[in-house]
């Protein structure tokens, strides 16, 4: 077989599997909405479960799902975004430098239950947080921390030397020049990575299963060391330890938390565009 004929084998052999897995995705988006879009009313979406969950509807999932979503990002932002402006700004290569970026690209590759593991060991008995949304965010905010320093990275080292530069060049000191012209610069690739991690973190079950979330909750939490319940969670019990409950629950929760997870995909992808154009003009 000559070198263009092999070549062309290639490309369609990966056309044929990109076009597989646009159409396994679709079908299951297409079963999953289908049989999820009927059960959205009005009830399902503002209504506390009843009767062992089997009937009523998810809204304290759903604020639960917000508070811990809302509360990894004040933890999981500041920190990894510091992070990686440290990593690329200030520090010099050294073996030590290595040994950190090893560890953030091993981190990312660790199973999500034993972030919750963790999360179970350090923050709920020995910093005795308790199962609580402190506990549950934090052990989020730890697990999309690897993508959120990776991200910020790149975004970073996609800036221009030649804007740092005349920067200086023009009397500028150079946290002013991080501030005002690398960040802002780099701002697209850093939401949109931020973003990404968060739309993780929202469907994670695992680690809220052990430091945050509860079967079933009469009242909505009212601080951060209160239990929350969380729409991953839920699906999870209704679809495993519920089985007389009305099929049109677990694909109503599966439906609004897919919408969650899209949304947030959404929002990177808009927040992207517009800082691309804000910087254009």
Request: net charge neutral.
């Given at each position: 077989m000559s070198p263009k004929v092999a070549e062309k084998v290639a490309f369609h052999i990966l056309r044929a599997m990109a076009a597989l897995i646009v159409l396994v995705l679709v079908v299951v988006l297409w079963d999953l909405f289908s049989k999820g879009f009927p059960a959205l009313t009005w009830e399902f979406i503002t209504e506390n479960p009843r009767k062992g969950m089997t009937e009523g509807g998810i809204f304290p999932a759903i604020v639960g799902t917000f508070y811990l979503v809302l509360a990894t990002i004040l933890f999981a932002l500041p920190v990894g975004v510091m992070t990686a402006v440290?990593?690329?700004?200030?520090?010099?290569?050294?073996?030590?430098?290595?040994?950190?970026?090893?560890?953030?690209?091993?981190?990312?590759?660790?199973?999500?239950?034993?972030?919750?593991?963790?999360?179970?060991?350090?923050?709920?008995?020995?910093?005795?947080?308790?199962?609580?949304?402190?506990?549950?965010?934090?052990?989020?905010?730890?697990?999309?921390?690897p993508?959120?320093?990776?991200?910020?990275?790149?975004?970073?080292?996609?800036?221009?030397?030649?804007?740092?530069?005349?920067s200086l060049a023009l009397g500028a000191t150079k946290l002013q020049t991080i501030l005002l012209i690398v960040?802002?610069?780099?701002?697209?690739?850093?939401?949109?990575?931020?973003?990404?991690?968060?739309?993780?973190?929202?469907?994670?079950?695992?680690?809220?299963?052990?430091?945050?979330?509860?079967?079933?909750?009469?009242?909505?939490?009212?601080?951060?060391?209160?239990?929350?319940?969380?729409?991953?969670?839920?699906?999870?019990?209704?679809?495993?330890?519920?089985?007389?409950?009305?099929?049109?629950?677990?694909?109503?929760?599966?439906?609004?938390?897919?919408i969650l997870v899209l949304g947030l995909n959404l929002v990177a992808i808009l927040l992207r565009s517009y800082f691309r154009r804000m910087r254009r003009v």
């Open positions: 440290y990593l690329v700004e200030y520090a010099r290569e050294s073996w030590a430098t290595r040994i950190i970026r090893l560890a953030v690209v091993n981190l990312a590759g660790v199973p999500s239950v034993v972030f919750g593991l963790f999360g179970l060991g350090f923050f709920v008995l020995f910093l005795d947080f308790g199962v609580s949304i402190l506990s549950g965010s934090l052990t989020l905010a730890l697990m999309i921390l993508v959120i320093i990776t991200t910020t990275e790149e975004a970073l080292r996609a800036v221009p030397n030649g804007y740092r530069e005349a960040l802002p610069n780099a701002m697209p690739g850093i939401l949109t990575g931020s973003i990404l991690g968060v739309a993780r973190a929202a469907g994670e079950t695992a680690p809220i299963l052990l430091t945050a979330a509860a079967f079933f909750l009469p009242r909505l939490p009212s601080s951060v060391f209160d239990q929350v319940m969380a729409l991953p969670y839920h699906l999870y019990v209704i679809a495993t330890q519920v089985p007389n409950a009305d099929p049109k629950i677990p694909y109503g929760t599966a439906t609004v938390l897919m």
